[in-house]
């Protein structure tokens, strides 16, 4: 982990007192059960980060590099709402990201994310940006696709959904065909939802790609990418249900016959 400097350490102790005269465990207690993952949070609406966000960068002037060091330091605690709070800064400094940044935020996603809201908030707001910046192309994205953490894996696919009007539809469908087979449910429900929002710009090369992998997408992705299709459509990709064995008639018992007297 990053060493707190001076600087560091004043602006988390900051933070802290922030958060705990804050805190809202009745909230937090109802925001859980969207994380089965698990969830440690204060219960603090980000609205309420976002003030705390801007105190940070006009007291601090703290540089997008700076943001990205402190941001793998606040997203380790665990805690949601310092992760959160790492992501708004950065997002703050949109145009001045370079490769640098981009290299620390991959190490957010592949050793301190946790949940997969810290994962869609990244790969909707902060990748988008190093495809606009230049910074990263589908070639050099592949080391991202194949990263151990799933959390980096959802973040890849969340982020290309900001792109299709940019990059060609093929070609995103061609290098999101590895994660057909990925084992996480996090990246099979990011995939249905790309698959299903891409149908909308491009349906044709969407549906060659179903038809063509049709027998190794999971059910569910199939299910989701095809929840906009007219319902004709739709059953040509999913998979057909399972026919069960009729039941064999019981026969009814035999009377028990009567003694002859």
């Known amino acids: 982990m990053t060493e707190m400097n001076k600087r560091f350490k004043s602006i988390y102790a900051e933070i802290e007192r922030f958060c705990f005269d804050r805190e809202d465990p ?7 059960r969207n994380f089965t993952e698990g969830y440690d949070a204060f219960g603090i609406e980000d609205e309420e980060l976002k003030v705390l966000r801007d105190r940070i960068l006009d007291d601090y002037e703290i540089t997008p590099r ?22 708004l800064l950065i997002k703050k400094h949109r145009p001045r ?17 946790e949940n997969w809201a810290h994962a869609d908030f990244i790969g909707s707001k902060i990748l988008p940006i190093f495809f606009e910046l230049e910074l990263i192309d589908l070639e050099s994205y592949a080391s991202w696709r194949d990263s151990r953490s799933k959390y980096t894996r ?17 070609a995103m469908l061609a290098f999101l065909t590895p994660l057909i087979r990925d084992q996480e449910k996090v990246v099979q429900q990011a995939l249905g939802w790309f698959l299903s929002d891409l149908w909308e710009k491009a349906p044709i090369p969407v549906e060659a790609f179903l038809e063509e992998h049709k027998d190794s997408l999971d059910s ?15 059953k040509l990709y999913r998979p057909k249900p ?17 003694k002859q007297e």
């Open 220 to 234: 569910s992705v199939l299910k989701q990418a095809t929840e906009k299709m007219p319902l004709s459509k739709a």
């Open 97 to 113: 990201m370079d490769a640098y940044v981009r290299e620390r935020i991959k190490e957010w996603l592949d050793t301190a994310v």
């Open 242 to 258: 399972k026919k069960t064995a009729p039941k064999p008639r019981s026969r009814p018992n035999p009377k028990p016959r009567r």
């Open 66 to 87: 700076e943001i990205a060091e402190l941001g793998l330091i606040l997203l380790k605690t665990g805690k949601y709402e310092f992760g959160t709070l790492a992501i």
């Open 26 to 32: 009745v909230l937090a207690l109802r925001n859980m």
């Open 154 to 170: 959802r973040a890849v696919v969340t982020s290309l959904m900001w792109q299709r009007r940019a990059l060609d539809a093929e």
